[in-house]
């Protein structure tokens, strides 16, 4: 388990407490169309606010590449974050992030004050790192504190590079969930524990495949990942998808789950269509049995079944990918199938970001799982075993 410092272990009153936080929020038209991110930074920062400190925000928006972009302003995060707080959010609008406006809004706030910094991407720095912007951030604040799971797999300036220009480096509460609830699913599950992969490649997952056979009592395969397996146990895929250099991977972790004693799963029926369209004809067919010219796009109904089972007396489920192209409404049953069976079992059910995420919350199961993780790529290199920048680079306890 790790044991970082967290809010909860510091004294911040009349400090200046820098908070990396995960604005990064989807706008239409200048208007926030998703809130939640912001939702789940308040109760850091409301406990910064009631602990005295003055609260410095700062995030990044898209990708502006280093060049200010008005329509990537962080103006609009500010304002509703107001709404949310009941009380005024300044903005500290400026190119240079820490240019003169933000230093002099630094320089005017008094205990309980909060500012909020512009788009740290407007900066070329940012994403390489470079020290010139972490000491110009650092400059600014007393303590940081890192809440921002979505980005802890990247060391960039405002979560990794801030660190080395400061003495006190803590993680938020937000942070503190995401590295509990997924770090005992992986090092301390309650078994049995299962994972349930799938998403387009193969290649994307290998280190996640990997580690999680040293951890999983069951492997779950679906998506369009499972066609690289099939195929490498000598099966027709057809048009699905194939990487054919994982093929020999592929058997290897075959081999690797049985030496482990991990029952490997792969789908026992597919959705197979003609065309990479939801106006495509369809149907479902066995196993081995994909023909030349149609492509696998969703688990059949058979396999929506086999999996469902194989999380029935689960202790603790992990899930990172759709088990089709659930983007299109006819190969979207696999993926709402698993997402259902999850919200059905009585376990720890862990979702890996991203698109999984996005289904279970367009079902309506939000409130049936145990964690949603807020970090898709950060979440897949936890699940990989490997240490995230953002994560390290907080103080030990
Ligand atoms: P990833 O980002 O690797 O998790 O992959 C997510 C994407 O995989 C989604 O956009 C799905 O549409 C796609 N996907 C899932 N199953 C398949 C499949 N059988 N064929 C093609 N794409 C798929």
Redesign the pocket.
């Known amino acids: 388990m790790l044991n970082k410092k967290s809010v909860d272990d510091i004294n911040v009153k009349g400090k200046r407490v820098l908070v990396r936080c995960d604005f990064n929020v989807p706008l239409q038209d200048g208007k926030i169309t998703d809130d939640t991110r912001i939702v789940e930074a308040l109760p850091t920062i409301k406990k910064l606010i009631n602990d005295g400190g003055k609260v410095i925000l700062c995030s990044h928006m898209g990708k502006p590449k280093g060049v200010p972009k008005p329509e990537l302003s962080l103006a609009p995060v500010a304002a509703r974050l107001s709404e949310l707080l009941g009380k005024e959010v300044v903005f500290a609008k400026d190119d240079n992030v820490v240019g003169e406006n933000a230093k002099a809004a630094v320089a005017a706030m008094k205990e309980g004050d909060v500012v909020l910094l512009e788009n740290t991407r407007f900066r070329e720095e940012e994403t390489k790192n470079i020290d010139t912007f972490s000491e110009e951030l650092a400059s600014l604040c007393d303590v940081f504190v890192n809440d921002a799971f979505g980005t802890a797999h990247r060391a960039h300036c405002s979560n990794v590079g801030v660190t080395k220009f400061v003495d006190t480096a803590v993680v938020g509460y937000l942070m503190q969930k995401e590295i509990e609830f997924l770090g005992n699913a992986v090092n301390n599950p309650k078994r049995p524990f299962v994972a349930i992969l799938?998403?387009?490649?193969v290649s994307?997952?290998i280190s996640v495949i990997n580690n999680l056979l040293d951890k999983v009592d069951k492997l779950l395969i679906?998506?369009?990942?499972?066609?690289t397996f099939m195929k490498a146990m000598g099966e027709e895929v057809g048009n699905?998808?194939l990487e054919e250099d994982y093929l020999d991977y592929a058997k290897d972790m075959i081999k690797k789950a049985e030496e482990k004693g991990v029952q490997l799963l792969l789908p026992v029926d597919?959705v197979v269509a003609k065309e990479?369209s939801n106006d495509s004809e369809f149907k479902t067919v066995k196993r081995g049995e994909i023909e030349a010219g149609w492509?696998?796009?969703?688990i059949g109904e058979e396999t929506r079944k086999l999996f469902a089972d194989a999380v029935k007396d689960a202790k603790t489920v992990v899930w990172?990918?759709?088990?089709?192209?659930?983007?299109?409404p006819n190969?979207a049953k696999g993926?709402f199938a698993v997402a259902q069976a999850l919200a059905e079992i009585d376990a720890i059910t862990i979702i890996g970001g991203?698109?999984?995420a996005a289904a279970v919350n367009q079902l309506g199961f939000k409130d049936k799982m145990t964690h949603i993780s807020t970090g898709?790529g950060a979440s897949l290199e936890f699940l990989e075993g490997k240490e995230l920048p953002g994560v390290a680079a907080a103080n030990d306890k």
């Open positions: 799938g998403g387009s490649k994307s997952k679906g998506g369009g990942m499972a066609y699905s998808l597919t990479f492509q696998g796009l969703d990172n990918g759709p088990m089709g192209v659930f983007e299109m190969f993926t991203g698109d999984s898709g």
